[in-house]
């Protein structure tokens, strides 16, 4: 089967960064879905992993954490799908990704697809769909239902976590939500998905948060550039507020601030569960089935910004490359294989 992988930690630029290459093609077993993968999309996930995570063994490893595709084969535990299903998902860390024509999945990592997106729009969804949903619901605990008194702010609210981020809080609660951005289209891309207000990052948040009349707020999700918020935190964060967090730091954070308000910190990554292989992995298939109908009815829309082309080496480089220039808008997609 055709897929792309890397053999070095490379820079995106570097012909040898991703490369095309023919693999053996995988067999389902246990609660495996064999899926034909039709469409992908890139996060800041596979850039990581492309910069830092060198196969040791020289055998190449295929990154990919968001596609969509159709079920050809299933294991013989498996039940929560069929045949021909169409299917969306993220996958996990232990095994190979989904830039290839086929891969394996635990079916409780996947969601069916909603019908009223092309395979293309629905791959930008289950990674970003699946972390915003837990780091808004699992880890900030929000109140479903309600919050009309409170409000959230979510800082970097034009990448794919938080495009998701706006739409879930502002369908499933009463939350003011606010989002920042720092650009024209970013912040027009913010008010489009359903911010109530959005500020601007590159100015002091403090400042720019009693610029929508609130000096606090009750939760935030803080999805980029954390070590340069996180010292005004403590004085936007209202009493008993709380914290979530999903990017990576280059040096510990201080948390004492956080004691005089008790304000509590959460991280969130959507990979615990499958890589812990943790009770209650189901929740994500739960997850994406519960966005998947949001979808169809209208209430949550793809993050897609554009498909770029074919799943190819080539493609998958220089969508790496935006990706790590942190001035992408939504998701970048690519749909298919060369012939």
Same mark, same amino acid.
């Given at each position: 089967?055709?897929?792309?992988?890397?053999?070095? +930690?490379?820079?995106?630029?570097?012909?040898?960064?991703?490369?095309?290459?023919?693999?053996?093609?995988?067999?389902?077993?246990?609660?495996?879905?064999?899926?034909?993968?039709?469409?992908? +999309?890139?996060? &800041?996930?596979?850039?990581?992993?492309?910069?830092?995570? $060198?196969?040791?063994?020289?055998?190449?490893?295929?990154?990919?954490?968001?596609? %969509?595709?159709?079920?050809?084969?299933?294991?013989?535990?498996?039940?929560?799908?069929?045949?021909?299903?169409?299917? =969306?998902?993220?996958?996990?860390?232990?095994?190979?990704?989904?830039?290839?024509?086929?891969? #394996?999945?635990?079916?409780?990592?996947? *969601?069916?697809?909603?019908? +009223?997106?092309? =395979?293309?729009?629905?791959?930008?969804? &289950?990674?970003?769909?699946?972390?915003?949903?837990?780091?808004?619901?699992?880890?900030?605990?929000?109140?479903?239902?309600?919050?009309?008194?409170?409000?959230?702010?979510?800082? *970097?609210?034009?990448?794919?976590?938080?495009?998701? $981020?706006?739409?879930?809080?502002?369908?499933?609660?009463?939350?003011?939500?606010?989002?920042?951005?720092?650009?024209?289209?970013?912040?027009?891309?913010?008010?489009?998905?359903?911010?109530?207000?959005? /500020?601007? !990052?590159?100015? &002091? #948040?403090?400042?720019?948060?009693?610029?929508?009349? #609130?000096?606090?707020?009750?939760?935030? $999700?803080?999805?980029?550039?954390?070590?340069?918020?996180?010292?005004?935190?403590?004085?936007?964060?209202?009493?008993?507020?709380?914290?979530?967090?999903?990017?990576?730091?280059?040096?510990?954070?201080?948390?004492?601030?956080?004691?005089?308000?008790?304000?509590?910190? !959460?991280?969130?990554?959507? =990979?615990?569960? %499958?890589?812990?292989?943790?009770?209650?992995?189901?929740?994500?298939?739960?997850?994406?089935?519960?966005?998947?109908?949001?979808?169809?009815? *209208?209430?949550?829309?793809?993050?897609?910004?554009?498909? /770029?082309?074919? /799943?190819?080496?080539?493609?998958?480089?220089? $969508?790496?490359?935006?990706?790590?220039?942190?001035?992408?808008?939504?998701?970048?997609?690519?749909?298919? =294989?060369?012939?």
């Amino acid at each position: 089967m055709k897929a792309v992988g890397f053999l070095q +930690s490379l820079p995106a630029d570097d012909p040898r960064a991703l490369l095309d290459l023919d693999l053996p093609e995988p067999i389902a077993s246990g609660r495996d879905l064999l899926i034909e993968v039709r469409a992908v +999309s890139v996060n &800041p996930v596979d850039t990581k992993l492309r910069r830092n995570a $060198a196969p040791a063994d020289g055998s190449p490893r295929v990154l990919g954490f968001d596609a %969509s595709g159709v079920i050809l084969a299933k294991g013989p535990q498996c039940t929560l799908f069929e045949v021909g299903d169409e299917v =969306f998902y993220a996958g996990t860390l232990l095994r190979q990704g989904s830039n290839a024509q086929l891969q #394996l999945v635990d079916e409780r990592l996947a *969601g069916h697809k909603p019908v +009223s997106l092309s =395979f293309a729009q629905a791959a930008a969804l &289950p990674l970003t769909a699946v972390t915003a949903w837990e780091l808004l619901f699992d880890r900030l605990q929000l109140p479903r239902g309600n919050g009309a008194h409170d409000a959230l702010l979510i800082v *970097g609210g034009a990448g794919g976590v938080g495009s998701i $981020a706006i739409q879930l809080a502002r369908q499933l609660t009463a939350l003011t939500v606010i989002a920042t951005a720092s650009r024209p289209e970013s912040t027009n891309w913010c008010r489009t998905l359903g911010a109530h207000h959005v /500020i601007d !990052h590159s100015q &002091p #948040l403090c400042d720019a948060l009693r610029g929508t009349g #609130l000096d606090t707020v009750r939760y935030l $999700a803080s999805l980029t550039q954390t070590e340069q918020h996180y010292s005004q935190y403590p004085q936007m964060l209202a009493p008993q507020g709380k914290i979530g967090l999903i990017d990576d730091l280059t040096a510990p954070l201080d948390i004492r601030p956080l004691k005089a308000k008790s304000i509590s910190l !959460h991280w969130e990554s959507m =990979f615990t569960r %499958s890589v812990f292989e943790t009770s209650d992995m189901i929740a994500q298939h739960e997850a994406l089935n519960a966005v998947s109908e949001m979808v169809d009815a *209208g209430l949550v829309r793809s993050t897609l910004s554009e498909v /770029i082309g074919p /799943i190819n080496a080539a493609n998958l480089r220089s $969508a790496h490359a935006r990706i790590e220039s942190g001035r992408s808008v939504g998701k970048l997609v690519l749909e298919g =294989f060369d012939a």
